[in-house]
């Protein structure tokens, strides 16, 4: 039997949600068959799976031992050689400029988001992060049950820029709250071909998804499966010698590859994007992976546990936006 109490960080979710994190190798079925004949309960009396958990309670498992996998150690966290580009920091957040090529977490090419950090993850974003924190004292794995610093935002491995993450359990809930509701915004940079329809517009289409080839489709008119897309963008400058565009995009939908399926369904792929374009030019260029960057956010007026980042705006440095070198003169 093991007997977990309940932390900060593990309070307000329900047992269900609790066991999985808690017990990453606990079978979903198993999960359920062992809380419904009290092989898991909460301060030793029956417990329902949708139970929420509050600080000060225990839950007592009596489960196989073999279920419960090794957390990452401190050890290895102390080992870890931290590479972290931070642009913004304090006691909840932590803000990183990731560079393109490095994955946010383990999983498919696209860094796919997954649970907490376990032994697997390695040479991600989110694994140098708790080893920064840990190294720094603001976490230690073995005094959480549940709960391991996490992303609240994804970027594609090839896509650089902005990445938040959250030190504690109630402001990762706060930023997903924000994030779901639109009240963080996000600007990206682009550099596209050619010039564009207009120097601003909204663009309001449909995507669909082509798992097979790991693609997207815009399309016009909405079919069953397609999910609606916006995309706001706006001219900043023209290299007529090369003809290219560098955009500004705000996305008030975010959908997988949006802004490359997006663009490039008006002619104007990105620089460097063989999925969406053509880049084989590009590639002698130096491009070889689509020209984007999430370069700005802005915290929207929220009552809550960050409330004072309210109005706050963050960007990264201009030199981390590599493809601005084919623009002369542009300022954030």
Same mark, same amino acid.
Request: glycine share 6%; proline share 2%.
């Given at each position: 039997?093991?007997?977990?109490?309940?932390?900060?960080?593990?309070?307000?979710?329900?047992?269900?949600?609790?066991?999985?994190?808690?017990?990453?190798?606990?079978?979903?079925?198993?999960?359920?068959?062992?809380?419904?004949?009290?092989?898991?309960?909460?301060?030793?009396?029956?417990?329902?799976?949708?139970?929420?958990?509050?600080?000060?309670?225990?839950?007592?498992?009596?489960?196989?031992?073999?279920?419960?996998?090794?957390?990452?150690?401190?050890?290895?966290?102390?080992? *870890?050689?931290?590479?972290?580009?931070? *642009?913004?920091?304090?006691?909840?957040?932590?803000?990183?400029?990731?560079?393109?090529?490095?994955?946010?977490?383990?999983?498919?090419?696209?860094?796919?988001?997954?649970?907490?950090?376990?032994?697997?993850?390695?040479?991600?974003?989110?694994?140098?992060?708790?080893?920064?924190?840990?190294?720094?004292?603001?976490?230690?794995?073995?005094?959480?049950?549940?709960?391991?610093?996490?992303?609240?935002?994804?970027?594609?491995?090839?896509?650089?820029?902005?990445?938040?993450?959250?030190?504690?359990?109630?402001?990762?809930?706060?930023? &997903?709250?924000?994030?779901?509701? /639109?009240?963080?915004?996000?600007?990206?940079?682009?550099?596209?071909?050619?010039?564009?329809?207009?120097?601003?517009?909204?663009?309001?289409?449909?995507?669909?998804?082509?798992?097979?080839? /790991?693609?997207?489709?815009?399309?016009?008119?909405?079919?069953?499966?397609?999910?609606?897309?916006?995309?706001?963008?706006?001219?900043?400058?023209? &290299?007529?010698?090369?003809?290219?565009?560098?955009?500004?995009?705000?996305?008030?939908?975010?959908?997988?590859?949006?802004?490359?399926?997006?663009?490039?369904? *008006?002619?104007?792929?990105?620089?460097?994007?063989?999925?969406?374009?053509?880049?084989?030019?590009?590639?002698?260029?130096?491009?070889?992976?689509?020209?984007?960057?999430?370069?700005?956010?802005?915290?929207?007026?929220?009552?809550?546990?960050?409330?004072?980042?309210?109005?706050?705006?963050?960007?990264?440095?201009?030199?981390?936006?590599?493809?601005?070198?084919?623009?002369?003169? *542009?300022?954030?």
């Amino acid at each position: 039997m093991r007997e977990f109490k309940i932390n900060s960080n593990d309070a307000g979710q329900r047992l269900d949600k609790f066991v999985q994190k808690a017990v990453k190798g606990i079978p979903v079925s198993l999960m359920y068959k062992a809380i419904r004949l009290k092989k898991i309960k909460v301060n030793r009396k029956r417990a329902e799976q949708k139970q929420v958990l509050e600080q000060g309670d225990t839950v007592q498992m009596f489960l196989s031992e073999d279920l419960f996998s090794d957390k990452i150690t401190d050890n290895e966290l102390f080992q *870890v050689k931290v590479d972290l580009n931070i *642009v913004y920091e304090d006691e909840n957040l932590l803000i990183c400029d990731k560079a393109p090529g490095i994955l946010v977490h383990s999983g498919d090419g696209d860094g796919k988001v997954s649970g907490k950090g376990d032994a697997g993850d390695r040479n991600t974003l989110v694994y140098h992060i708790q080893a920064y924190l840990a190294q720094k004292g603001e976490y230690d794995p073995k005094e959480e049950n549940s709960f391991a610093p996490a992303l609240c935002n994804r970027i594609d491995r090839n896509t650089g820029g902005m990445v938040i993450a959250a030190k504690n359990a109630q402001a990762l809930r706060d930023v &997903n709250e924000r994030i779901k509701n /639109n009240r963080i915004t996000k600007k990206y940079l682009c550099a596209v071909h050619g010039s564009l329809p207009q120097k601003s517009d909204t663009l309001c289409d449909f995507l669909v998804k082509d798992s097979k080839n /790991n693609k997207v489709k815009v399309l016009k008119n909405k079919t069953r499966d397609a999910k609606e897309i916006i995309t706001k963008y706006s001219l900043v400058a023209y &290299n007529k010698q090369k003809e290219l565009s560098l955009v500004e995009v705000e996305l008030v939908t975010g959908r997988t590859h949006q802004i490359r399926a997006h663009m490039a369904s *008006v002619g104007n792929p990105l620089l460097g994007d063989g999925k969406y374009g053509l880049n084989e030019k590009d590639r002698r260029l130096g491009y070889k992976h689509q020209a984007l960057y999430s370069y700005y956010l802005r915290f929207d007026g929220c009552e809550d546990s960050l409330a004072y980042m309210n109005e706050k705006v963050i960007r990264v440095k201009k030199e981390s936006v590599y493809f601005l070198r084919e623009f002369d003169g *542009v300022e954030f």
